[in-house]
């Protein structure tokens, strides 16, 4: 299978490749040539008690170009014993709705582990294939959790150095913390004076400056991304939506072939891409519900056929999706227009130039068929959690709570009882302060250690080591900068002038 550009000029290339390269010379994005054929029923029993050996199974029809070797290799290190739990992405069968999918049981307690644990063993094999010599530097725009995730995944891989740009003061003090205190010897942060979207514009400068990288290429320096537009992040996401259907399926709560409504908490529309590809290979989906914060604009997008990012960024207590300008949404787009790369590029020029662009009406019926928009604010969030916990004894962070309160709307806008799966994409213990106001506690003054502690008395479950830990780690990485500096900021780590 090869991989085509959303912009369509630049050549198909396999899947190794568009993995190193990130993202596409014309500035679009790779998607699969076609989607597999792989049904409803992909898993033969002895394989449902390994979510490494089902991983594999999705992801073989689209990364052709590796061998079953490398994949059972990739797929067996990446989900081992740096997840917590035996299942690795296990899920939740609540007594009532939803089933929850659990993502956050990797090493950074955020779902970002599922793809980031995996990538940088795809990107060593890729560079093994090309034998070239060259270092890549992996650079990375984050709101919180992409980061930290990246770090992980990357610290001390060979023929590797990675950097992440994070917003100054719009990340949580978990997520800092866990950033600044990173060990290995590739590995840099830098917090960015501003906000997500300004980091991530920044980067994507940084990887369009021709003089920059040809700069950096005589220095046997080659740039590449490890945010969810490279495709390397999306493909392992895929594989999670089929085995959650198939423990959903497991434990008697659907047949298979059955449809299924899949919610998903959203930010850069990167984890719900992936649902959708899953429901583009056969995976029975008959709604995917798209969750935002008070940054609405997919709600918005998808309710109107506009999308605006000419509006008011708000800092929410679910900072992983305090975002605005969705990159994965191009790849939606690109096949919401049946693959015209033109109107992909006109749309998107559109979005950079005058802030807004609108889709045609067919699109907007399309979209609409199948994806539903709503959104949850601070009070609903947080009456969320708390609900949850009182009715169900079960605790969410606040992001799964934003999906968890669109679910509920969703269902009471259509009476659709249609089975759902809520993607849950961190361990509450990560978003302790929010969590613990949720269920009425007074946080006023306490430190995040001291959250931690408080939170695993009421739940009874200890403060996950890498949580607890980080409060005797030393901060190494201590480096700020203007958003218009951000590459002299790179050069800096790279020991470049
Ligand atoms: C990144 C993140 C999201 C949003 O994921 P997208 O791929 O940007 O849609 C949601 N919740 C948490 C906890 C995250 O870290």
Known sequence: MDYISTRGSAPAIPCKKAIIKGIAEDDGLYVPSHFPSIGPAPFEAPERNSYPRRAVKILKPFLTDYTGEELSAACRTAYAENFESPQTAPLRILGGDPAVLELWHGPTQAFKDMALQLMPRLLSFALKAEGEKYEVVILVATSGDTGKAALEGFADAEGVRIFVFYPHGGVSEIQRLQMVTQRGKNVGACAVKGNFDDAQTGVKQIFSDSALNRKLAGLHFHLSSANSINWGRLAPQVAYYFTGYDDLAAAGKIRRGDP???????????????????????????????????????????????????????????????????????????????????????????????????????????????????????????AAIRQAFRKQGYLMDTHTAVGYSVLQKYREETGDGTPALLASTASPFKFNQAVLEALGRDTSGKDEFALLEELSAITGRPVPAKLAELKSLPELHGGVCEKEDMAGALLQFLKIS
């Open 260 to 382: 299924v409504l899949i919610c998903v908490p959203t930010g850069n529309f990167g984890n719900i891409l992936a649902a959708y590809y899953a429901f583009r290979c056969g995976l029975p989906v008959s709604r995917l519900i798209c969750a935002s914060n008070r940054n609405r604009v997919l709600t918005e997008f998808i309710r109107t056929g506009v999308y605006d990012r000419r509006r008011e960024f708000f800092k929410t207590e679910s900072p992983s999706m305090d975002i605005l300008i969705s990159s994965n949404l191009e790849r939606l787009l690109f096949e919401l227009s049946g693959r015209k790369a033109d109107a992909v590029i006109q749309w998107m020029k559109e979005l950079s130039i005058q802030g807004w662009y609108k889709i045609d009406p067919r699109g907007l019926e399309e979209l609409q068929k199948l994806f539903y928009g709503g959104f949850a604010d601070r009070e609903e969030t947080l």
